[in-house]
């Protein structure tokens, strides 16, 4: 039985790849996700290419945010976007910040704060990643993240890292 007292909630999902023609992953990971049930698609920022922020003998990343609204709750909304991970042939490696033809972070679920097992939001680290700042910029300028300020105010924090609009 579905739950009576359901309400859309605006989430981000930062999107990145950097094997197996990248434009092409990001590209089909923001039409797969336009795909996700009880979700509305909201906006796609440009695409952004970034240095890979872990092992430096790896290719740059493209790199690009999505907003949804969505009915779903995180956990599930969450557990869709590991699908589409999957579905893209993601393999989970040991390595951290290793190469992936795809990688989807939920970044933030409406206002929630959430800290379990399986799910931290806002995503972890929002605030040092360039490459998930300015696509957010992009989309949605007047955005607070939770506990930190601005996407502006922390994206300027980082002047000195630089990712490349390439659309």
């Not at 790896?58 to 907003?67: E, F, G, K, L």
């Not at 909304?77 to 999957?86: G, P």
Request: glycine share 4%; net charge negative; proline share 7%.
């Amino acid at each position: 039985m579905e739950r009576q007292d359901q309400h859309w909630k605006v989430s981000y999902i930062g999107i990145g790849s950097n094997l197996d023609d990248p434009i092409h992953q990001v590209n089909k990971a923001i039409l797969n996700i336009q795909k996700i049930p009880k979700t509305c698609f909201i906006v796609t920022s440009s695409l952004y290419e970034s240095s890979p922020m872990g092992p430096s003998n790896q290719p740059n990343y493209i790199n690009a945010v999505v907003a949804i609204l969505t009915l779903l709750e995180p956990h599930d909304l969450l557990r869709e976007l590991q699908r589409i991970e999957i579905q893209q042939k993601r393999i989970r490696s040991t390595e951290k910040w290793g190469p992936r033809t795809i990688d989807i972070d939920l970044l933030i679920f409406s206002n929630e704060e959430i800290n379990d097992e399986s799910l931290i939001l806002p995503h972890p680290g929002i605030q040092h990643r360039n490459f998930v700042l300015a696509p957010l910029v992009e989309i949605a300028p007047d955005l607070v993240v939770k506990g930190l300020e601005n996407v502006v105010d922390l994206l300027n924090k980082l002047q000195d890292s630089e990712v490349k609009l390439i659309n």
